[in-house]
């Protein structure tokens, strides 16, 4: 079994930065091949926001968030962390961090077997 914590979310204005943390851990975690970010905001569905691929440190992001959001992962490859820069109103949700065993990259939440307890993030204008 593999645990995801998430830690890193507040309250900030527009234009500030977050770093979230989210550390992984169990028995199966060294089986992990993804690690993600995705966010919900009220009455929307989850969204992939960012992504990395153990194996290569491949990346994806969403448009909306492309050149402001960060991810990568500590040497170990058991923490991953979304730094996220010029927070804007919109970027208001909770964040989940997800993550995957499989071999191919998922890009739908329900690919994603693991996931963390959330941490809320809210941008005021």
């Known amino acids: 079994q593999v645990q995801l914590v998430e830690s890193g979310g507040g309250l900030v204005q527009a234009g500030d930065s977050l770093r979230l943390s989210c550390a992984a851990s169990?028995?199966?975690?060294?089986?992990?091949?993804?690690l993600g970010w995705f966010r919900q905001a009220p009455g929307k569905e989850r969204e992939l926001v960012a992504r990395i691929r153990l194996s290569d440190s491949s990346l994806y992001y969403v448009d909306s968030v492309k050149g402001r959001f960060a991810i990568a992962t500590d040497n170990a490859k058991n923490t991953v962390f979304l730094q996220m820069n010029s927070l804007k109103p919109e970027d208001t949700a909770v964040y989940y961090c997800?993550?995957?065993?499989?071999?191919?990259?998922?890009?739908?939440?329900?690919?994603?077997?693991?996931w963390g307890q959330g941490t809320q993030v809210t941008v005021s204008s």
């Open positions: 997800a993550g995957a065993t499989t071999f191919f990259t998922p890009s739908v939440a329900g690919a994603f077997q693991y």
């Open positions: 169990g028995r199966t975690a060294s089986n992990l091949r993804t």
